[in-house]
Structure formats: C-alpha cells, structure tokens
C-alpha cells in the first residue's frame, strides 16, 4: 500500500470538478469519484469507501487492471494540459484499506428474503450482481463450476498485474453479505437450468466466454496453434526453453499471454497486431511493460498462414496500411500487396477475442448473429425469468463493463421481482 502522504498528495491534485467527466464519461460504473476522492483529502477513508460502494464492490481490483488511461484518468480534466489524476491509485488505496480495516458492505434492507435468485458464474458480473441483490436483502445462490469464484480475476489475469490474495480478499466482502456459494457445480454436466428455474424466482447467467476466436487461416490445425484464453484459463503451457512464440492480437489477453510466455523461458516474443500501436485496446501501461520485458511488437502486420508439415515451424505476414474508409469511424487495416514474408516461428497464440462454450446452444435462449446470448437493454434474455450479463452477452471487454453489467442486471432483476 502508497504511504499516506503519497495518497493525499495525490488526492489534493484533484479539482473535484462539478461536471465530473471522470465518473459520468470515463468509468464504465459511474463511480461518484470527486465525490470519494474528497473523503480521502479529509481522511475519512470508510466514507470513501461507502461512496464507491453505492457503484463498485471490486475497487481493489479495478483500482488496479483497469484500463484507466482510456476511462477514468483519460476523461479528467487535469489531462487536458497536464497529467491525469491517478485514480487507479485512489481507487485501489481505498480498496486495500477497506480489506486492511473489515470495512463492512453495507445493507440497504432485509425484506426480500423470501425471493431467491440463482448467479451462475463466479467472476466479475456474476459476483457484482451477487452483491447488489444481497445489499436490497434478497436471497443469492451462486454456483460456479470450479472450487474457487473469481472467474478470469483469478485465471485469466497473472499474478504479477494482480495477486490472488487481493482477489480473495474483494470477493470474501461478497460472501460476508449472505451469499450462499456452491462450487463444483457446470452447466450441462451436474446443472441444469430447467430445474433451477423451478427452484428459483429469477436466474442470471454470468459464466463468461472463454473459448479463443480463430481467423479461419491455412494451418490454424496445427500442432503449437494455441489459444490464449484457454492458456491462461487452463496453464496447459508447453516448454518454451529457447522458442520463438508469436501472439496474435493487442488486446490485455495478448499482452498477458505475451508477458506470461516470456517468463516461463521463451527465448523471442513477438506480438503481432495488423492495426498501428495507438489502436491497441490493450493497455498504455502493459504494452510498456511488455517492451520493458524484452517483448517485440510487429505493429501494421497481417497473419496470412501458419506453415508446418504437422507442427508449426513459420508463419507468413504481410504488412498492412490504415486506410479512411466511408462509414467506418477509424482507419481500418488493408494488405499491402506483394509485401509478405516469411519468419521461423515454434508456437503461435491467438488472441484475438472470445466466444461462449457450445453449452449456451443447448438452453433454448435465443442468441445473437455472432454467438452471444442476446439481451434487450435490461440485460433479459427470451426467456423472462432468465437474464445474462458480462462475456456471455458480448458485454465490453474490461473488467469494469462486467462489473457494471452484472450490476444492472441485479437492478432488473429486482424491477422484474417487484
């Protein structure tokens, strides 16, 4: 944790504007931020955290992975001329401090009892609108296919840009509110959602979507072709003693992939993205990180195909230029004719985005075009009583749009059950 004196010094650089773009504009949650930002300038830690709580029960942890730079500190004012306020920092202090102090989730009420709701999925979305339900008083059972909740907090996201034991901690504040968790516990295998409708008042499903989006090119069947959701979810890394390993993407799934390989003894690194540095949607500090670590980027470059009699021994690129194309709102990428080469390579991972397992089309709820299970603006799905929030609804890519997806989700539950 910063010294105190580090934290009020950063706390006072912030000009608690009026018009807040930082919370209205930047935070997907909407966290009041002046507002607990004020508190910690007057040291009143808890009431800083019970402002944050009113929005987020993740703030150690968002405080820490978000993508700041492009929410939060990217809509303040202060970057205008100058640096940003680190919220991030703000936010992860009074998180810790929350953890360190028991600072307890407050209650609203106590008069749903009698409602019960069934969350199945222990990450992010599953686990907020856990604690939004909880807090109005209403009966939750969360169930979650391993022994431990947190979902990609816990396997998608290294240890070294978040420690378990923050996650942990964030996630026990959860429990503490009454929720009733049942681990072990998949869809398809040991659960099915026809019972659980009988037994239950309302059902939100929050399991994510973890299987890697392929590119559909020529020898993707490869042997060394991996996934990078499944390689973080799963750890089934192969020995990269001395190999040549090429991440496909720029996402924070790639830049994960990339520092994680390097560490477990990848001689080279290399990721490649077809668009320019500046459109990455990783994030500004992990792809510094990342080059820090010896990581090279192959900005501007196309993966045409992966070349190998049974395993991977090359892949083919070809550069790219941005083009402006009509109707589009950035530059697009297009090949450059004629520019594609050849390099050695021994294992390829993409990372390129994620798609629900094959289980959602066997629950008879209708999906949209690209796979998602399809959800109208109050998070319902076709079936009234069964609602989907996060991954599995093709919800934004960060943890905060989770979060804040599982959040208004329990909002409709409650407007549902009432």
């Not at 907020?128 to 807090?135: G, Q, V, W």
């Not at 297009?334 to 397992?357: F, R």
Request: proline share 3%; charged share 30%; glycine share 10%.
């Amino acid at each position: 944790m910063e010294k105190l004196e580090e934290i009020q010094e950063k706390a006072k650089y912030c000009l608690n504007c009026p018009i807040k773009p930082c919370s209205q504009k930047g935070c997907p949650l909407n966290n009041n931020i002046p507002g607990f930002i004020k508190e910690i300038k007057e040291k009143n830690y808890e009431k800083a955290y019970e402002i944050l709580s009113e929005t987020t029960v993740l703030e150690a942890i968002c405080g820490r992975i978000c993508p700041h730079q492009k929410q939060c500190e990217g809509s303040c004012v202060r970057g205008i001329k100058s640096t940003p306020v680190h919220i991030g920092d703000l936010e992860a202090f009074i998180g810790d401090i929350a953890i360190k102090e028991k600072y307890q989730i407050s209650k609203i009420n106590n008069e749903h009892k009698d409602k019960k709701i069934a969350i199945i999925g222990g990450g992010p979305a599953g686990l907020t609108a856990s604690a939004f339900l909880l807090k109005k008083g209403y009966s939750v059972t969360l169930y979650e296919k391993y022994n431990y909740l947190g979902g990609l907090l816990v396997h998608g996201i290294p240890e070294f840009r978040l420690a378990k034991e923050i996650v942990k901690n964030s996630i026990q504040k959860i429990i503490d509110l009454g929720l009733e968790v049942k681990y072990g516990m998949e869809l398809g295998e040991n659960l099915s959602l026809n019972e659980l409708e009988t037994k239950y008042d309302a059902i939100f499903l929050a399991f994510g979507a973890n299987i890697s989006t392929k590119m559909g090119v020529e020898g993707e069947e490869l042997d060394g072709v991996y996934g990078g959701n499944q390689l973080l979810e799963y750890k089934n890394h192969p020995d990269y003693t001395n190999k040549k390993v090429a991440i496909i993407g720029g996402g924070n799934v790639a830049m994960d992939c990339a520092r994680t390989i390097k560490r477990l003894g990848a001689k080279e690194v290399k990721v490649i993205y077809r668009r320019a540095e500046e459109q990455m949607p990783a994030e500004v500090k992990e792809i510094a990180e990342a080059k820090e670590e010896g990581i090279e980027f192959l900005f501007q470059n196309n993966i045409v195909k992966i070349i190998g009699k049974d395993k991977v021994e090359k892949v083919e690129l070809i550069k790219t230029e941005l083009i402006q194309k009509e109707g589009e709102t950035r530059k697009v990428p297009v090949n450059i004719p004629n520019s594609n080469y050849i390099i050695d390579i021994d294992y390829i991972v993409m990372a390129l985005g994620s798609m629900p397992e094959d289980i959602v089309k066997t629950l008879g709820i209708e999906l949209n075009k690209w796979g998602y299970i399809k959800i109208d603006e109050k998070n319902r799905t076709s079936n009234p009583k069964i609602f989907a929030g996060g991954d599995l609804a093709g919800a934004k890519g960060t943890v905060a749009w989770a979060a804040r997806s599982g959040r208004d989700a329990a909002n409709s539950i409650i407007e549902y059950l009432k």
